[in-house]
């Protein structure tokens, strides 16, 4: 080679040496690592993963086995993780097709350069060469408690890793994904993030059990996430331990503010959220527009209610969450009643007695916590207060103003929890605002125990005959009381019959005189079971369980048949 060829290799060789960055320095100094160059990398074919993810902003070439499909995660884009023995990374390319198909188990080397995204630590990929396919990834056994530290979470980002949690609620895909939230016994959360183009039926998936989960440890902004790849990823336990959370679990909180008058917010998240939805109650809405006067009543009293609520709750304030048994409703938001610590006070019942709310069971709810914010919503109404004052009342309770202004049909069959009778949403007015309770579906109230309310009042009658005889035989009253009670019904259901007879003969006369004769035998029964109770041969407990019963036996229906018969 003459003098002046090997001078212009040599320059060659520096100008492309210049332009790959081999001479730039390379340091991950910002996380405290050792600086590397890409230099020796290259001189050792590859750096490991781990000693990538410290190289934000440089270009690195590294070797690791794929945990995931491609097309999984981010169909129409290279959206995979590759983990070696020590740490993991996500591969990403907005042009999948430029690269070779990468399966679950395939060996490849990558160039490229890094990045973060979301705090992702990813590799934005310039090349990809498959090694060997037909490997296996091992899932590296976690806990919860592996992602409250950020340092160990941060390690595990990348990897395939399997844990046991509780699933605490598993909503509906929106735009592709969901999140899922599992917790462990000590209430540590991490989500489970599902994409719908993995295939997963969220259907199959159960809420409130213990669950194995494998997936990829990953993150989106300061939240730590499992990412599963199919549905044998998400596994219901063997052995179902304790639930970890329920009615009566309390957490301890601080506010930050108060959002309307039966949500807040949280300083810091609790099972994975900061917002609070007051549980047992709800309060006239504020989010709407306003376009007609049963809009601006509604704006009105729901402005109340956050100023009412204001006063009880301040930004830093410490409280307790008594968790419910859903702890999380479809928002994602906690489901608890908020105690003050200052004074133990039940902020949830204090807006039921001074009128601010009214009561709202959804099941499953307990029946002496119903019974406790009934008698709260009794006192508010007896005194007018709120949205039971009597010159300004509220026109539409909040779940009728929300089905009007969002155009849809009430759903929820309506209970009575005195006398245990549903009814249709649609006749929820039926059951007295300080009984009424609500379930999702018919299935589900007679799972509780709950039974359609009989058309025929002589059906009524004779269910509160039985409910007379067991309350007897469980010394529940005197016998003195149980004849008394049941004479007076047996005057009843004797009047009934005879008025199904007058309305059949089609007689106007005998109609009104026996529907006075049930009206007067109802009142009469009324008043002996406050005169029992008070004499203390009728127990408190039984007086709650049948003085909602004699109303139910008016016969409302003849007088619509008196007037259609008289017209």
């Given at each position: 080679?003459?003098?002046?060829?090997?001078?212009?290799?040599?320059?060659?060789?520096?100008?492309l040496m210049g332009v790959t960055g081999i001479f730039a320095p390379v340091a991950g100094a910002e996380k405290g690592n050792t600086a590397i160059t890409v230099a020796e990398a290259t001189e050792s074919g590859a750096v490991s993963i781990k000693e990538a993810?410290?190289?934000?902003?440089?270009?690195?070439?590294?070797?690791?086995?794929?945990?995931?499909?491609?097309?999984?995660?981010?169909?129409?884009?290279?959206?995979?993780?590759?983990?070696?023995?020590?740490?993991?990374?996500?591969?990403?390319?907005?042009?999948?097709?430029?690269?070779?198909?990468?399966?679950?188990?395939?060996?490849?080397?990558?160039?490229?350069?890094?990045?973060?995204?979301?705090?992702?630590?990813?590799?934005?990929?310039?090349?990809?060469?498959?090694?060997?396919?037909?490997?296996?990834?091992?899932?590296?056994?976690?806990?919860?408690?592996?992602?409250?530290?950020?340092?160990?979470?941060?390690?595990?980002?990348?990897?395939?890793?399997?844990?046991?949690?509780?699933?605490?609620?598993?909503?509906?895909?929106?735009?592709?994904?969901?999140?899922?939230?599992?917790?462990d016994e000590n209430l540590r959360v991490v989500t489970v993030r599902v994409w719908e183009s993995t295939g997963i039926d969220l259907g199959n998936i159960q809420s409130n059990r213990w669950i194995h989960v494998t997936g990829i440890s990953s993150q989106y902004?300061?939240?730590?996430?499992?990412?599963?790849?199919?549905?044998?990823?998400?596994?219901?336990?063997?052995?179902?331990?304790?639930?970890?959370?329920?009615?009566?679990?309390?957490?301890?909180?601080?506010?930050?503010?108060?959002?309307?008058?039966?949500?807040?917010?949280?300083?810091?998240?609790?099972?994975?959220?900061?917002?609070?939805?007051?549980?047992?109650?709800?309060?006239?809405?504020?989010?709407?527009?306003?376009?007609?006067?049963?809009?601006?009543?509604?704006?009105?009293?729901?402005?109340?209610?956050?100023?009412?609520?204001?006063?009880?709750?301040?930004?830093?304030?410490?409280?307790?969450?008594?968790?419910?048994?859903?702890?999380?409703?479809?928002?994602?938001?906690?489901?608890?009643?908020?105690?003050?610590?200052?004074?133990?006070?039940?902020?949830?019942?204090?807006?039921?007695?001074?009128?601010?709310?009214?009561?709202?069971f959804i099941w499953p709810f307990q029946g002496n916590t119903v019974k406790a914010y009934s008698q709260a919503l009794k006192e508010a109404k007896e005194k007018g207060l709120g949205i039971w004052n009597r010159e300004k009342p509220l026109l539409e309770l909040?779940?009728?103003?929300?089905?009007?202004?969002?155009?849809?049909?009430?759903?929820?069959?309506?209970?009575?929890?005195?006398?245990?009778?549903?009814?249709?949403?649609?006749?929820?007015?039926?059951?007295?605002?300080?009984?009424?309770?609500?379930?999702?579906?018919?299935?589900?109230?007679?799972?509780?125990?709950?039974?359609?309310?009989?058309?025929?009042?002589?059906?009524?009658?004779?269910?509160?005959?039985?409910?007379?005889?067991?309350?007897?035989?469980?010394?529940?009253?005197?016998?003195?009381?149980?004849?008394?009670?049941?004479?007076?019904?047996?005057?009843?259901?004797?009047?009934?019959?005879?008025?199904?007879?007058?309305?059949?003969?089609?007689?106007?006369?005998?109609?009104?005189?026996?529907?006075?004769?049930?009206?007067?035998?109802?009142?009469?029964?009324?008043?002996?079971?406050?005169?029992?109770?008070?004499?203390?041969?009728?127990?408190?407990?039984?007086?709650?369980?049948?003085?909602?019963?004699?109303?139910?036996?008016?016969?409302?229906?003849?007088?619509?048949?008196?007037?259609?018969?008289?017209?």
């Amino acid at each position: 080679m003459s003098y002046a060829m090997w001078k212009r290799t040599v320059v060659m060789l520096i100008l492309l040496m210049g332009v790959t960055g081999i001479f730039a320095p390379v340091a991950g100094a910002e996380k405290g690592n050792t600086a590397i160059t890409v230099a020796e990398a290259t001189e050792s074919g590859a750096v490991s993963i781990k000693e990538a993810r410290s190289l934000i902003g440089k270009n690195v070439t590294t070797e690791g086995v794929v945990n995931v499909d491609n097309g999984l995660l981010q169909p129409g884009k290279l959206s995979v993780y590759i983990q070696d023995e020590e740490a993991g990374i996500q591969l990403f390319s907005h042009q999948a097709e430029r690269y070779p198909s990468l399966r679950e188990g395939d060996r490849v080397r990558v160039t490229g350069k890094v990045g973060e995204y979301r705090k992702v630590t990813q590799i934005m990929v310039e090349d990809v060469e498959v090694l060997n396919r037909g490997g296996s990834v091992e899932a590296e056994p976690v806990n919860l408690s592996d992602y409250t530290e950020p340092s160990t979470a941060e390690a595990l980002e990348g990897k395939l890793v399997t844990l046991e949690g509780y699933m605490l609620r598993v909503p509906e895909y929106i735009n592709g994904g969901a999140n899922l939230i599992l917790i462990d016994e000590n209430l540590r959360v991490v989500t489970v993030r599902v994409w719908e183009s993995t295939g997963i039926d969220l259907g199959n998936i159960q809420s409130n059990r213990w669950i194995h989960v494998t997936g990829i440890s990953s993150q989106y902004g300061n939240t730590y996430q499992i990412l599963p790849r199919s549905e044998r990823d998400i596994r219901l336990s063997k052995v179902q331990k304790e639930k970890p959370i329920g009615e009566g679990k309390e957490v301890a909180a601080v506010v930050e503010r108060v959002v309307d008058g039966d949500t807040i917010h949280l300083a810091n998240p609790v099972l994975g959220t900061s917002t609070v939805r007051f549980l047992n109650m709800d309060t006239p809405e504020t989010y709407h527009k306003v376009k007609d006067e049963r809009d601006q009543n509604q704006l009105d009293h729901g402005l109340r209610a956050k100023e009412h609520l204001g006063q009880l709750l301040s930004s830093g304030d410490k409280v307790k969450l008594r968790i419910g048994e859903e702890a999380l409703d479809g928002y994602g938001r906690i489901l608890a009643e908020v105690i003050r610590d200052k004074d133990e006070l039940n902020t949830n019942m204090e807006m039921v007695r001074k009128g601010a709310a009214s009561t709202y069971f959804i099941w499953p709810f307990q029946g002496n916590t119903v019974k406790a914010y009934s008698q709260a919503l009794k006192e508010a109404k007896e005194k007018g207060l709120g949205i039971w004052n009597r010159e300004k009342p509220l026109l539409e309770l909040p779940f009728v103003f929300r089905a009007r202004e969002r155009g849809s049909e009430l759903y929820r069959p309506v209970g009575d929890f005195r006398t245990r009778y549903v009814v249709p949403a649609r006749e929820w007015a039926s059951v007295p605002d300080e009984n009424r309770v609500f379930f999702n579906d018919e299935e589900e109230a007679e799972r509780a125990g709950y039974r359609p309310l009989p058309f025929s009042r002589l059906e009524r009658a004779k269910d509160f005959q039985s409910l007379l005889t067991r309350l007897y035989g469980e010394g529940e009253m005197s016998k003195w009381t149980y004849r008394r009670l049941t004479w007076r019904l047996s005057t009843i259901e004797c009047h009934l019959r005879k008025l199904e007879k007058a309305i059949k003969d089609q007689n106007p006369r005998a109609i009104l005189f026996h529907q006075k004769k049930v009206e007067r035998a109802v009142d009469k029964m009324k008043w002996d079971i406050l005169r029992e109770t008070c004499y203390h041969r009728l127990s408190e407990s039984a007086k709650e369980q049948i003085e909602a019963f004699p109303d139910l036996l008016r016969p409302e229906v003849v007088k619509e048949q008196l007037g259609a018969n008289a017209g």
